[in-house]
Every structure is written in C-alpha cells, then in structure tokens.
C-alpha cells in the first residue's frame, strides 16, 4: 500500500509539472517556435506514461486469462465422483437457461462472445469505454495537427522551389549581363582606339554602371541564399515534427483497434451501446434467478460442487454450463482464451516497442534542439523512473 501511495504522489508531481509547462507553451501559436517542440516532447511523455498503464493492465488481463486457462485444465482433470455430479447439474441449468437465453438472443444486440468478454471485464468496461473514447479524441487532435504540418510542408517545399527557380532565373540575368557589359566595354575599346577620342567619362559611366549591377545581383544572390537556407531549414524541421506526429498518430490508432477487436466493436459510441446492452441482459437474468426455484436449485449445486475445486473465478461456470456438458465447447473456449492469451502478449510486445521508440525520439529531438524550459528535464527523469526507462550508468 505504501508503494501505491508512493507512485500516486509522484504522478501528481508530474502533472503539475505538466501543467507549468503547458502554461508557458499554450499561448504559442508560431509553428516554428521551439517551444511547439517541447509540447512534442510532453506528448511524448504523457504517451509513455499512457501505454505504460496500459500494459500494466494488459499484464493482469493476461494473468487471469492464463488464470482461466488453468481452471478449465482443473476441470477437465476432475475426478469421476466430482465430474459427473457437474455435468449432470450443468445439464439441468441449460435445459432452464434455453428460453431465457432465447430471450435475450432476440431482446439484446450481443453475441456470445461479446457476453463473455463483458462478463468477465464488467467492473473494468466504463473505464475502458473511457478510455477509447479519449483515445479517439486525441486520435482526431494528432490528425488535425498532422494535416497542419503536412500543409506547412508542403507551403515550405513550395517556396524552396520558388527560390530555386529564382536563384536560377537570377543566375541568367547576370550572365546576360555580365556578356552586356563586356560587350560594352569592347565596343568603348574600339571606338576609342578609331576615334581616338577620350572616351574616360564614359569608361567611369560604364564602371559605376556595372558595379551598382554586379552590386545587385550580389545583394540578390545573398536574400536568395538566406531564403533558401530558411525553407530547408522549416523544410527539415517539418519532416521532424511530421515524424513525431504520425507515431502518435499510428501509436494512438494501435491502442484503438486493439479495443475495438478485442470487444468487437467500431467505436466507443458502439462499445458504450453493447455495454448498455449487457447491463440490461444482467439484470433481467437476476431476475430470472430470483423467480426460478429449479434454476436456483441447480445453480446452487453447481457451486457447492465447483467450491471443492481449488478455482480462480467459479462464478464465470453459471454462464459457461454448456461447456460443462458439452467437451467440444470447452475445447473452443480454450482456444478463444488461448488467441486472446496470444493477442495480449503481442500488444503488450508492441507497446514495449512503442515506449522505447517514443523515449527514442524524445532523446533525438532533445539532441537537435537544446531550447528546453528546465522543467522538461525533470519531466523526463520522472517518467523514465516512472515507467521503468531508466537507463543503465544514469
């Protein structure tokens, strides 16, 4: 409990760090402000600090998945005295399930599958109907920002091409010139030498002439350059922010449809119905319980047997009688658990990857770009500590 308290009191030391940087970077509107790239980095560290409780989660989802796993193998094992006693009382619990079941197939948008995941989720479903719902938000945020930037690059390539084309243009002007003023020069010369007139004032006339050009051209050649070497630099500077966008961006969409495969679904709007839907179904199945003595009697003696049974969670079996007649769904519930135990392991390897590339990143721009507020240093410490990032001899 001590340990708890300990984190709860450093994540409030790191918001409100949050929060006294945001309030030095949200009055800024200038994309090419260095301080935009501090909101990158805090980003990044909310990301981080977000995928880390996630996969906190996802490690206990896969213990209880595991859990079950280890339930149905208890199961499956159980003695004859024991085994037939439960299929029998499962048996009799689907026969009084059957109308009821028919009911609620026909009253309420669910499928079996998605009963049992609620089922087993219910106390952690507003809190993961929440949380889509503030990931699809800030999936929407991302996008906009990253349509911004893709814009600004775009306007910044097009003025490097302008400046190119200028400098080019430029370039052809002097040359014209130049072979102009030689042309003069050689004319002054011959006519000098035919004439033998003195011709000294229109020599300094073409001097000054040709030195206010060349002048010019030079003032000219300098802005162009100057141009150019800005609109690589934002060029450079939009494709760093670009990057760091689209990982968002891709990172936030993973966590998306994670949830919406997991519960089969295509946004929280659906996922906040189907739950709306199970409530529902829960309480007209208590009340179903409570106005059948047959269905009381053999649930009860369902759990009486299953209470000799050393099991992680025997309630879950009321709703998974058939599994315990039938061989072949228990077969098929094991290899659901078995996918879902799979997924769960992969997401949580990819968000492993998805924290070492975000703090990856951050390390990069902090290389690039040292115009940080001090707080944004101990941000990172923070939740390197946090997140278990520290780094080795640190």
Partial sequence: MLFFGKKKK???????????VYQEIQT???WNDPKKLE?????SCEQIIG????????????????????????????PEELAQPLKE??????ELNAARNAYLKSSHNLTEEQFMILEQEEDDIPMTIHRMLENERYQDAVKKDKTILEAQKSQWEIEREEVAKNKKILRSVAITLFAFYGTLLVLLFVIQIMSNYDLTIAYLILFFVGAFGAFGVYLRTNMLQKQMRGAIRNINQSINLLNVVRMKYANVTKAIEYTKDKFNVHSSTELNYIWEQYVDAVRE?????????????????LMRILQKVELYDRKIWLSQTKALVDANEMVEIKHNLVRRRQKIRDHIEENRRIVQSERNEIDHLMEEHEHYVPEIMEII????????LEKNGA
């Fill in 10 to 20: 450093k994540e409030q030391q790191i918001d409100d760090a949050f929060e006294k």
């Fill in 28 to 30: 800024i509107d200038n």
């Fill in 39 to 43: 909101h990158y980095i805090l980003d």
């Fill in 51 to 78: 995928i880390t409780k996630e996969m906190e989660g996802e490690k206990a989802e896969y213990r209880i998945v595991t859990s079950y796993l280890k339930d149905i193998q208890t199961i499956e094992q159980l």
């Fill in 89 to 94: 009382a499962a048996a009799n619990i689907e």
């Fill in 285 to 301: 199945k208590e009340r179903f319980l409570k106005n059948n003595d047959d269905l009381e009697y053999f649930t009860g003696r």
């Fill in 381 to 388: 410490k923070s939740v390197d500590k946090l997140c278990g």
